[in-house]
């Protein structure tokens, strides 16, 4: 809100509480951020086994993530998913990948000075010469050409790679008693490699996520630190590849608006360059940091934002596996944190 | 907050950015106030035995109460608890008493046209005398004289009452294992009359409440639903014996302020009265009802408010037995709910 000094005598006392409302809900959320943190621990829980239904549900009733060390070092997936027997599985089976020019899907670009969202470039390939290309990039640290990542988010691991699926378990008990789910809406497959980020974004889905090769990075914001991760409504686009000129067989990625595609609100705030984009909020946010390593289980809570980045090591991919089980929407965390929301959304507007 | 016409040209659009962010906030609660009641049932679980550990942890985790119907009947305090079996065990054994004109402890009443919280005379009497006089009032319907309350809540089951404390199980098994508490933090006792109620507030604990003789009426608020009760700091003041004249040998109940205490917020709002003392959001609570009848048990989750009356049936007299668990302030259930009513107590201010 912009106050100027023309106001006169009469009206001072409006304007003084106009400021102080403002202040009023500025300080509201801060006592949030100061008293959520005081009441939680800055760091990731670790277990070295899985947890009981009913400890799984202690975690669920606090919304608080915790990995598993190990979790998957039993499963034929943590055995077997070499190279090797990833392209005897898949062979040369048609796949869906996603590709941009910087490992950036659903990320925020701009253009000129406004921030889009964008989406990658989606197409079907061999899943052989998908696996190759992104292994040689890795290999050469070639990052400047199109990078590709498999990962539809679509349910994937029980249909395009329905082959592997019999290798990693249909559910995970702990979760499946616990959220009295007797399968996970969605089992999801990823493989990419370093050049691959997938920006600060929330699902409304309790997440189980495995990693089975190489390693991933993830930064976590609990959803009461919604104020700090500066959500904007922002136009969507699609990567699209074009001849790079009329006469030239070469392509090229470039953007393209989607004109009738509604506005979502997505977190502008990147915790990994904090000055930048920020909310007056935004340092009061304590990012949690965990990375997993190959055979290692977290549990994401619903709603808690996630930035996610992989390294590879000497295979050339990075390779995990998420379950997907839907939310409970019942009760006062779902209304509770849309709320929070609301009031974030509406003062970072003033 | 007023808004005169006296504003000028100039600051007529900072005067209504004051009113749209008073709306917004009104906007946003009511917003809640609806999400809420959209995902949850309008009345309590009931259940026909006592959940698993389990099953009470996703209680626990939506913050929801239940009901077990007939949860108590084998309890020896279900069994024993007749008039003659509590004068035999505990006597003429002194017990703290809280006596009040009307039946009103930790109640709100005018002073002239100022509310005040009031709280209980407390004194010392024989049990035997105080039960004599509870269920004498009872059956004469006597209510223009003291109404006396049996009611501590300082862990009085494990203290002063301690000979009836065997006919109790010393912790109810699912909570102690969902919760991982040993034990209880109180224990506590209730014997009174219908004249007594018990009005709207909350409490810091997950509370296992079991009604042993005559019916408990319960109307339960969620947390959310904070911007509805119309919590105002008030004034301290207690109930004290006093001769009615300097002669006379009769003594009456008259209130005193306590000029040190501290103002406390208490709901001024009261559900069975809906009209009076509301607050613009008071029509969108959802009051939810329900009544304990002997050997059933409620799980009341932390922070609901919840008014309590009683009828007593023939015997005279009503008694009940509540455990108090530590509930978790971790996690981000205590934090939003504190936030949701700072914005509403913020709110209510303008
Ligand atoms: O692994 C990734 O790149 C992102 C994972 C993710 O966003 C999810 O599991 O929801
Ligand atoms: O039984 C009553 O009168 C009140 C009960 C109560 O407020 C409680 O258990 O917290």
Same mark, same amino acid.
């Given at each position: 809100?912009?106050?100027?000094?023309?106001?006169?005598?009469?009206?001072?006392?409006?304007?003084?509480?106009?400021?102080?409302?403002?202040?009023?809900?500025?300080?509201?959320?801060? &006592?949030?951020?100061? @008293?959520?943190?005081?009441?939680?621990?800055?760091?990731? !829980?670790? /277990?070295?086994? #899985?947890?009981?239904? *009913?400890?799984?549900?202690?975690?669920?009733?606090?919304?608080?993530?915790?990995?598993?060390?190990?979790?998957?070092?039993?499963?034929?997936?943590?055995?077997?998913?070499?190279?090797?027997?990833?392209?005897?599985?898949?062979?040369?089976?048609?796949?869906?990948?996603?590709?941009?020019?910087?490992?950036?899907?659903?990320?925020?670009?701009?253009?000129?000075?406004?921030?889009?969202?964008?989406?990658?470039?989606?197409?079907?390939?061999?899943?052989?010469?998908?696996?190759?290309?992104?292994?040689?990039?890795?290999?050469? &640290?070639?990052?400047? @050409?199109?990078?590709?990542?498999?990962?539809?988010?679509? !349910?994937? /691991?029980?249909? #395009?790679?329905?082959? *592997?699926?019999?290798?990693?378990?249909?559910?995970?008990?702990?979760?499946?008693?616990?959220?009295?789910?007797?399968?996970?809406?969605?089992?999801?497959?990823?493989?990419?490699?370093?050049?691959?980020?997938?920006?600060?974004?929330?699902?409304?889905?309790?997440?189980?996520?495995?990693?089975?090769?190489?390693?991933?990075?993830?930064?976590?914001?609990?959803?009461?630190?919604?104020?700090?991760?500066?959500?904007?409504?922002?136009?969507?686009?699609?990567?699209?590849?074009?001849?790079?000129?009329?006469?030239?067989?070469?392509?090229?990625?470039?953007?393209?608006?989607?004109?009738?595609?509604?506005?979502?609100?997505?977190?502008?705030?990147?915790?990994?360059?904090?000055?930048?984009?920020?909310?007056?909020?935004?340092?009061?946010?304590?990012?949690?940091?965990?990375?997993?390593?190959?055979?290692?289980?977290?549990?994401?809570?619903?709603?808690?934002?996630?930035?996610?980045?992989?390294?590879?090591?000497?295979?050339?991919?990075?390779?995990?596996?998420?379950?997907?089980?839907?939310?409970?929407?019942?009760?006062?965390?779902?209304?509770?944190?849309?709320?929070?929301?609301?009031?974030?959304?509406?003062?970072?507007?003033?």
């Amino acid at each position: 809100m912009s106050l100027s000094n023309k106001s006169t005598s009469s009206n001072s006392q409006d304007v003084k509480q106009v400021v102080s409302e403002q202040n009023v809900n500025q300080t509201a959320l801060a &006592g949030l951020l100061s @008293s959520y943190h005081e009441l939680n621990p800055s760091c990731v !829980d670790e /277990l070295h086994e #899985e947890p009981s239904a *009913l400890e799984f549900m202690r975690y669920v009733a606090r919304n608080r993530p915790f990995v598993v060390r190990g979790a998957a070092v039993d499963w034929k997936a943590f055995l077997k998913w070499d190279a090797e027997y990833l392209l005897n599985t898949m062979g040369s089976e048609k796949i869906n990948v996603a590709i941009t020019p910087f490992g950036n899907a659903d990320a925020v670009v701009f253009q000129g000075n406004i921030p889009v969202f964008i989406k990658p470039y989606e197409t079907s390939e061999a899943f052989d010469q998908a696996l190759g290309y992104i292994q040689q990039q890795e290999d050469s &640290g070639q990052g400047q @050409s199109e990078v590709k990542y498999l990962q539809t988010q679509n !349910d994937n /691991l029980r249909n #395009e790679y329905e082959m *592997l699926f019999a290798d990693v378990p249909k559910s995970i008990p702990f979760a499946r008693i616990a959220l009295e789910q007797q399968h996970p809406d969605a089992v999801n497959f990823w493989l990419g490699n370093s050049h691959s980020v997938t920006s600060l974004h929330k699902d409304n889905y309790e997440n189980v996520y495995v990693q089975i090769r190489g390693q991933k990075h993830f930064v976590l914001l609990s959803p009461v630190e919604t104020a700090c991760v500066n959500e904007k409504p922002l136009p969507a686009a699609t990567y699209e590849r074009r001849h790079t000129t009329e006469s030239s067989g070469e392509v090229a990625l470039s953007l393209r608006i989607d004109e009738l595609a509604e506005k979502v609100p997505v977190a502008i705030w990147d915790p990994d360059a904090p000055d930048h984009n920020a909310t007056p909020m935004s340092h009061l946010a304590q990012p949690l940091r965990v990375t997993l390593n190959e055979g290692d289980m977290l549990y994401l809570p619903a709603l808690w934002y996630h930035k996610v980045s992989q390294s590879c090591g000497n295979q050339g991919y990075c390779c995990a596996v998420n379950y997907w089980y839907d939310m409970d929407f019942g009760g006062d965390f779902w209304a509770a944190s849309k709320f929070i929301r609301d009031v974030a959304l509406q003062t970072a507007d003033k």
